[in-house]
């Protein structure tokens, strides 16, 4: 006897994740960045359940939905546990070498910026060590970081460069973030930073570094198609304002979309030559004036906030965040993952944006998934869990989305999936820690 007509017969995905208890979607409404109350909408589905098919989200909806739709021989159960789309980390320097951990105990000690300059430490010292390193070396030691990245959820990242300083050495980096994005699980979405510092070979005359920089640089890197934003540290003592629009401009005419690194020690305009020159989003924006926040959310500036940055320098001052929310302008977090705030953990930078700015949990979660997206124009492929996006998705072992933060100085990754593919397994990690203890036995 033939089936009943009407049976309907299983599409075959490639993955289930089924059963969890909290499937936090943000889906909806991606199209800009999400300000004020938008940044509160999670889209929690309870009893969620996700499809991936082809590395995409195919479907996501409540579990029974979804599995009389979808069969698969690949299922996750996530029973109890909470499932969010991977995060994106939209400001890293990770492709660096060597160390400053003497400087840390210096910082511990009370030693100024200056101070530690002076003693040969610093950004100039990364910059020494960077230059001596080969591209295979840079390869490794980043390899590592990102390793721990992904072990932490995030799928997603901004690498830059600026510890080369030279045109070699900043293509060198480039192409060091290359290879990367090609062999590692987690995108990366290059940013040329050659304004990170006044090398020591032109401390007498910064000016014709800046034009080193627009004619030769910004030029190579444009035609070799390695970056696809220019960054500038737009600060008292590296580049002025005049220098950063320059710059900015030089890279904009060529196609690279403009970033600064804006009032991090001092009110300095970054916050206006961000919205002027039309960039995608304002970096550590500590001491950013009223008018440079409101003239950021005219424009749809994201304002990226760098807390761990400033927990690591010591001086308790983080950004005004709950001004900017008030204000309009978007926000984004990010680990500013470099030698002197060596972090690589999203959930941290959300249990400091918590503890130190007054993020909601919510607010938190936006600014590290859809938001961060939008900071380095990935929107349309990654932040949410909606169909047709990537299946960059992490499944977290707590209950529900405001354990993040709350259970803060541990993993609460279980699993991570990238492009569909199951790429951290903590569970199977802890069965192999069991075959050890009993085969000890
Ligand atoms: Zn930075």
Partial sequence: MSKPARTRVREKADLLIVNANEMVTLAENNQKPRVGKQMLELGIIRNG???????????????P?????????????????TVLPGFVDPHTHVVFAGSREDEFQMRVEGASHLEILD????????????????????????????????????????????????????????????????????????????????????????????????????????EKGHAEFCDVFCERGAFSLDQSRRILVAGKNLGLKPKVHADEMSLWGGAELAASVGAVSADHVLFSSDEGMKAMAE?????????????????????????????????????????????????????????FMKLTIAEAITATTINAAHAIN????????????????????????????YRFGVNLVDKAIKNGRLVVDKEAAKTEFRLIEEREM
């Avoid at 749809?300 to 308790?316: E, H, K, Q």
Wanted: glycine content about 8%.
């Fill in 49 to 63: 359940a996700l499809a991936v098919k082809d590395g995409r989200i195919a479907a996501v909806g409540k579990t």
């Fill in 65 to 81: 939905e979804i599995t009389k739709v979808y069969k698969a021989e690949n299922i996750v159960s996530a029973s109890g546990k």
């Fill in 119 to 222: 003693r040969g430490g610093g950004i100039l010292k990364t910059v020494r060590e960077t230059r001596r390193a080969s591209v295979e070396k840079l390869v490794d030691y980043s390899t590592e970081r990102l390793n721990i990245m992904l072990e932490h959820g995030t799928t997603t990242a901004e690498a830059k460069s600026g510890y080369g300083l030279t045109t070699k050495d900043e293509l060198k980096i480039l192409e060091v973030i290359q290879r990367l994005n090609q062999m590692h699980p987690v995108d990366l979405v290059p940013t040329f930073l050659g304004a990170n510092a006044i090398p020591p070979e032109f401390s007498n005359n910064p000016e014709d570094f800046v034009n080193l920089i627009i004619s030769e640089m910004i030029p190579k890197v444009a």
């Fill in 299 to 355: 424009k749809g500036v994201v304002a990226t906030l760098l807390p761990a940055s400033a927990f690591s320098l010591m001086n308790n001052h983080f950004a005004d965040a709950r001004t900017m929310i008030n204000l309009g302008v978007p926000l984004a977090l990010a680990t500013d993952l470099n030698p002197s705030c060596w972090v690589e953990n999203q959930q941290l930078v959300i249990a400091f944006a918590c503890h």
């Fill in 378 to 405: 990935r929107a349309g492929e990654v932040g949410s869990l909606e169909a047709g996006k990537k299946a960059d998705i992490i499944v977290l072992d707590v209950p529900n989305h405001k354990f993040i933060g």
